[in-house]
């Protein structure tokens, strides 16, 4: 998988560097100091993956990802945690914090890996039918029987959605707007551009993110309001 590094600091550059060529399968075409000089490479070089920072001189990361091919996929790394929603709202693969870690580093690749393989395959699979209790779902030549009450959360990128139960993954060619129509609105919220939640499934959350086991999931501005009128206050136990 081809990838570039974009960052203005010459040291973040460098230590992105050292990070690609530990993982085996990553092409490093280039490490570039701002989003204007990746535009003019990326207009004649293929490039699978881009490691991008979000406060850059000129045209900052969250402003450059909007403009990248929705083939190329991308990973935010930056020093400042506040940027981490905006990051979800481009259908971001990841977002890593500085100093990033070898083992963050690996785990944010290998999501890349898998959606590259997904972008790649163009499989044809897709939602078969809904039911009651269960939806069926095409996936590598096979059709899964999901029940609604197994189904803890749904993570969207670009055409294609991971639905994640508590023993598996499926992955399946359908946008996250078009899921989410199908889905049982009583029981499923969709909390950002990139995820929808199974309610019954929440452990804890506050006005950023949701709990659901070890995930982590954020919550998007242009949701939030809709997230606590409709569902959460209807259901709070207020204490006096």
């Not at 929603?85 to 990033?100: G, R």
């Not at 078969?128 to 029987?145: A, G, L, M, Y």
């Not at 969709?190 to 709990?211: A, G, P, T």
């Amino acid at each position: 998988m081809n990838c570039i590094v974009i960052d203005d600091e010459p040291l973040a550059r460098e230590g992105m560097g050292l990070l690609v060529k530990k993982i085996k399968g990553l092409n490093l075409l280039a490490s570039l100091n701002s989003a204007n000089v990746a535009a003019k490479f990326m207009d004649t070089e293929s490039v699978d993956l881009v490691f991008l920072d979000i406060q850059m001189p000129g045209t900052n990361g969250i402003e450059f990802a909007k403009t990248i091919s929705e083939n190329t996929l991308v990973i935010f790394t930056t020093a400042y945690a506040e940027y981490a929603l905006d990051s979800y709202e481009v259908d971001a693969i990841d977002y890593l914090l500085k100093p990033v870690t070898f083992s963050r580093f690996q785990k944010a690749v290998d999501k890349a890996f898998s959606y590259h393989e997904m972008l790649q395959s163009k499989v044809n699979s897709q939602i078969e039918s809904v039911e009651k209790d269960f939806i069926f779902v095409k996936s590598e030549r096979r059709i899964f029987k999901i029940y609604f009450k197994d189904i803890r959360y749904i993570e969207g990128l670009k055409d294609y959605v991971v639905i994640y139960t508590q023993d598996a993954k499926i992955i399946t060619a359908i946008n996250l707007k078009n899921i989410y129509e199908q889905l049982p609105q009583n029981i499923f919220i969709r909390v950002s551009k990139s995820y929808i939640v199974n309610f019954e499934h929440i452990d804890s959350l506050d006005n950023n993110d949701i709990l659901i086991g070890n995930q982590k999931i954020p919550i998007g501005n242009s949701f939030r309001d809709y997230l606590f009128d409709e569902f959460i206050s209807k259901n709070i136990l207020n204490s006096k």
